[in-house]
């Protein structure tokens, strides 16, 4: 039987794709990532229901393209240039002077919309194929033994909606078997009181059988140790959030910086270690990180790095003028193919 | 192992328990028997302490398990000695992958991962689980879902294993899985078994020790099966029959029975041929029941039924013998003089051609044909999942048919609005609850008179007559299973539907509720009302369908009197049928009225 990859370095894979995608409005180069991403999850899901997601997305990636264009030639003040067609126009009171309501439509202004738009559904697209190559909730699975039951509790969270569902058909089925109508605001009502009902009744079984088998089961800890714990998390928090505004401030002084979020980042971390051994918890099948991760996590991040870097020397191509043909720059598009890297691994491996 | 030393167990004033003293020894598959509310889940409970510390409500005396107190141990302190698989095993799964289900309970104990593994593939092995170790949770079916989880709690070495009602959701041949499983970890883990079941015919025989409470403030009664089972109120078909025949040592398994019963099958065999060994079978015996039943009462359910505005002109009180004879004869002819049949003109209350549902990609039913006459009881049997359920769901318009054609009364279902719909049929769901939404009876009563357009205090009538005596002022969800079942089937009834659907109706119920609801079967059928129940229950099915319908993978597979298709089939076969073979007798009442023309 084939391993199945840690999910982290899906989600590192497909953010690093996405990372790419945020950096540039170059339509060959979106179309390349979301081609890659599509190979990939070709070549790499698995059969499991989570793995229908890639094609949702897809959908909705182009739903956002549609509306984007609708949006732009409407209400987007256009680019100077050929005018496709003209839209019948409203003339606006004074006071909403900026708003534009039809008229003109061009193809750069349309080329525009189009670009950004593109750039959305293919960060949603990169998202839908993290989602379709590692369930999020196996991801939660990793997470430090000091957040395992907030962990749980996410599963948990995510176990019962499909539940609700099932028991919202179930009530207004009931609803029908009484001869009630199923639509309108006084159906909703009547749905509501059952619904939640059962949700509720449902919880304290899981809790039941949870208790039934262990769950918070702590060892003893001392209590200097518990309260260490806390202060080092609480405070490495505070730290990161301290360095993450230095560094996104430019004016903010060089020391809440760098140093800042590297401490915090520490301390948060020793702090979430000593937390995890209150748990007595073991971990069945950890997922291993072993070559093949590094491999897929890798070339994502190449991905990001490659767009990131060309987008900082000032390379031309990422950003294409509206009216010319957009060019395929060389590093940009190697870095994208590169991702590649999963699909040709699954190949080699089988 | 287990010890319950003078235990009592209050909730909010209420006893529930009430001097449980007994020892339950190492090894033991102990039984715990009793009617609805006698307070076996609360018993299993207090084994790994969910009974008080989850629970809440005063316990005294004390209660330990491989020598630990449950008064010192919550139920996860206990984890490792005792497996709690309670009603509904869905309801416990907390993660979504069978192999990861396994571990959790391991997880949590902290066990080394090396041990972890090998147990997982040890559990895999010995509940024939290995198949489905990467499967979803959410596909499982009933008797898988309920092998999952008893192997989630057996991973962690337990030295007890407690199961409420692990059967009663499944079809016949999935019990027999689990229940063979179950024995296979007595035999050869040593495992001490405490388990809860209304359906005593399905583990009475696996039994070492019965517990049985008997409900009315006595203590609990513990020991040898056989003895408890000679004085028990509640009692499988075979132990009737063996207290009929005066059996001793009292069979507890058919094969048991099989041996003892060979002078009386000689006797049946040869007994007269209007009694009901006649081959014909019980389709001979419930008209003539139903003869004896409904005119002693005359038709008191149909007056409650019939008194309300839009009562079709008919006499009732004529109806109960020619149902016996459209039942014997069990084709689609609708009796002339059925009330109903007139009122209706010549719509059969429910005709079926090649139906076919699909859900997606699956089809649920094909090709499926089913004609109902007033008056009949037809049982629909099979696997789980095999579309008994989408197929009286077709009838009252839940599922719009992919194919084919439905008419119920002479409408469609799918397309008649749900207010018109529920004078053709009324469903009652596996879930009776979900048809109840009022805080009170007496509210729940009056919203139906309401939904069905019937005159005031028509369901209440109804539910007097199936359940008397309730308090007007009870929550719906404070009535027992057979209380709630009877109020939903009132509130169907309210709308004097001619066809009646139930669904798994005898799930949770006991003996006695059980017998409530046959005769209620039987005075509806009396009544001219067709009835069809999907259900798992041989005996259920014994009792009282005069027709069997058997559906496998969505297509009928056999359609006859209940005598022929459930006497030749070894999984559908009721237990005295199974004693009796080749004689057609089903229930103990045609064993003991044979016996009295012979």
Request: proline content about 12%.
């Given at each position: 039987m084939r391993r199945r990859l840690h999910p982290g370095a899906w989600w590192l894979w497909a953010l690093g794709l996405a990372t790419a995608a945020t950096r540039t409005t170059n339509p060959l180069l979106l179309l390349l990532v979301g081609a890659v991403t599509g190979t990939v999850v070709a070549a790499c899901r698995s059969d499991d229901p989570w793995a229908r997601a890639y094609g949702m997305f897809l959908r909705i990636g182009l739903v956002v393209v549609v509306v984007r264009l609708v949006f732009g030639a409407v209400f987007a003040a256009q680019a100077p240039g050929t005018t496709l067609f003209t839209l019948p126009s409203v003339t606006l009171p004074s006071w909403l002077a900026g708003v534009r309501v039809g008229g003109p439509v061009t193809a750069e202004g349309l080329a525009v919309a189009g670009y950004d738009a593109l750039r959305l559904a293919t960060v949603l697209i990169c998202v839908g194929a993290a989602n379709a190559l590692a369930a999020p909730s196996r991801l939660l699975k990793s997470v430090p033994g000091a957040l395992y039951e907030v962990g749980v509790a996410v599963v948990v969270a995510m176990t019962f909606a499909p539940q609700a569902v099932t028991h919202v058909r179930q009530v207004r089925d009931a609803q029908r078997l009484r001869g009630r109508s199923d639509r309108g605001i006084r159906a909703l009502r009547r749905l509501a009181m059952p619904v939640l009902e059962g949700a509720l009744d449902r919880s304290v079984q899981l809790a039941a059988a949870m208790d039934a088998r262990g769950y918070g089961r702590t060892a003893a800890v001392p209590r200097a140790r518990r309260r260490a714990t806390a202060a080092l998390v609480l405070g490495g928090l505070l730290a990161v959030c301290a360095g993450l505004y230095g560094l996104l401030d430019g004016q903010a002084p060089a020391a809440l910086g760098a140093p800042m979020l590297v401490s915090g980042s520490v301390c948060a971390a020793a702090g979430l270690w000593l937390g995890g051994r209150r748990s007595p918890r073991t971990r069945y099948r950890p997922d291993p990180w072993a070559l093949p991760e590094w491999v897929t996590g890798g070339s994502g991040l190449l991905a990001a790095t490659a767009m990131t870097v060309t987008g900082l020397l000032g390379a031309d191509g990422l950003r294409p003028a509206p009216g010319s043909a957009p060019g395929l720059p060389p590093l940009p598009a190697a870095g994208v193919l590169i991702a590649l890297a999963p699909a040709l691994l699954r190949g080699i491996r089988t | 192992m287990i010890r319950f030393d003078r235990v009592d167990f209050r909730y909010g004033g209420t006893p529930v328990l009430t001097d449980v003293d007994l020892e339950i020894e190492e090894g033991e598959l102990c039984l715990v028997a009793g009617?609805?509310?006698?307070g076996k889940s609360t018993l299993l409970r207090a084994v790994n302490g969910l009974v008080p510390h989850f629970t809440g409500g005063v316990l005294t005396g004390q209660v330990t398990v491989a020598g630990r107190d449950t008064r010192d141990h919550p139920p996860r302190e206990l984890a490792d000695v005792v497996g709690y698989v309670g009603q509904d095993p869905r309801a416990g799964f907390v993660s979504d992958v069978v192999e990861e289900e396994l571990a959790y309970g391991m997880e949590s104990l902290g066990l080394p991962p090396d041990v972890m593994r090998r147990r997982v593939e040890e559990t895999l092995d010995l509940l024939g689980l290995a198949g489905l170790?990467?499967?979803?949770?959410?596909?499982?079916s009933g008797g898988q879902a309920q092998r999952v989880a008893i192997g989630s709690v057996l991973t962690t070495h337990p030295k007890v294993l407690v199961l409420d009602e692990p059967t009663s959701a499944l079809d016949p041949v999935g019990a027999e899985d689990v229940l063979a499983t179950l024995q296979r970890l007595v035999h050869d883990l040593g495992l001490t078994v405490v388990l809860a079941e209304h359906r005593l015919e399905r583990v009475v025989h696996l039994a070492d020790t019965m517990v049985l409470l008997p409900g009315d403030g006595r203590p609990p009664v513990h020991g040898p099966t056989a003895a408890i089972m000679a004085e028990s109120p509640v009692a499988p078909p075979v132990v009737q029959l063996g207290r009929l025949a005066g059996w001793?040592?009292?069979?507890?398994s058919v094969r048991d029975a099989r041996r003892a019963a060979a002078p009386l099958r000689e006797r049946l065999t040869n007994a007269s041929p209007p009694g009901p060994a006649a081959p014909s079978g019980p389709a001979g015996a419930a008209p003539h029941r139903v003869g004896n039943a409904a005119p002693s009462d005359p038709a008191a359910l149909s007056d409650a039924a019939l008194s309300g505005p839009a009562a079709p002109s008919g006499s009732a009180g004529a109806a109960p013998h020619r149902v016996g004879n459209a039942a014997s004869s069990g084709q689609a002819s609708t009796p002339a003089t059925d009330p109903r049949g007139r009122a209706d003109g010549a719509h059969a209350p429910a005709s079926v051609r090649a139906l076919e549902i699909r859900y997606g990609p699956v089809t649920a039913l094909r090709g499926v044909d089913l004609s109902v006459v007033p008056g009949e009881v037809i049982a629909l049997m099979g696997r789980?999942?095999?579309g008994k359920s989408s197929l009286l769901r077709a009838l009252v318009g839940l599922v719009r048919p992919s194919g084919g054609r439905v008419l119920v009364g002479g409408v469609a279902p799918h397309e008649t609005p749900p207010r018109v719909m529920v004078r053709h049929a009324g469903l009652v769901p596996q879930d009776a609850a979900d048809l109840l939404y009022a805080e009170t009876v007496a509210a729940e009563c009056a919203a139906a008179d309401r939904d069905m357009g019937a005159a005031r205090g028509t369901c209440r009538a109804l539910f007097e007559r199936l359940a008397p005596g309730v308090d007007d002022t009870l929550h719906p969800r404070d009535l027992s299973e057979g209380q709630r079942l009877a109020l939903a089937l009132a509130v169907i009834l309210t709308g004097r539907p001619p066809l009646v659907l139930l669904d798994?109706?005898?799930?949770?119920?006991d003996y006695t509720a059980k017998g409530r609801l046959v005769e209620i079967v039987r005075e509806l059928a009396a009544d001219g009302h067709a009835v069809v129940l999907a259900t798992h229950d041989v005996e259920l099915v014994a009792e009282v369908a005069t027709r069997t319908v058997v559906v496998a993978e969505g297509e009928v597979v056999a359609d006859g009197p209940t005598g022929e298709v459930v006497v030749s089939s070894p999984a559908f076969a009721p237990q005295v049928g199974k004693i009796f073979a080749p004689v057609p007798v089903l229930t103990v009442d045609q064993v003991r009225e044979a016996l009295s023309w012979a």
């Open positions: - | 009617r609805t509310g006698t170790r990467d499967r979803a949770l959410a596909t499982l001793s040592p009292l069979p507890l789980n999942g095999a798994e109706p005898t799930r949770g119920l």
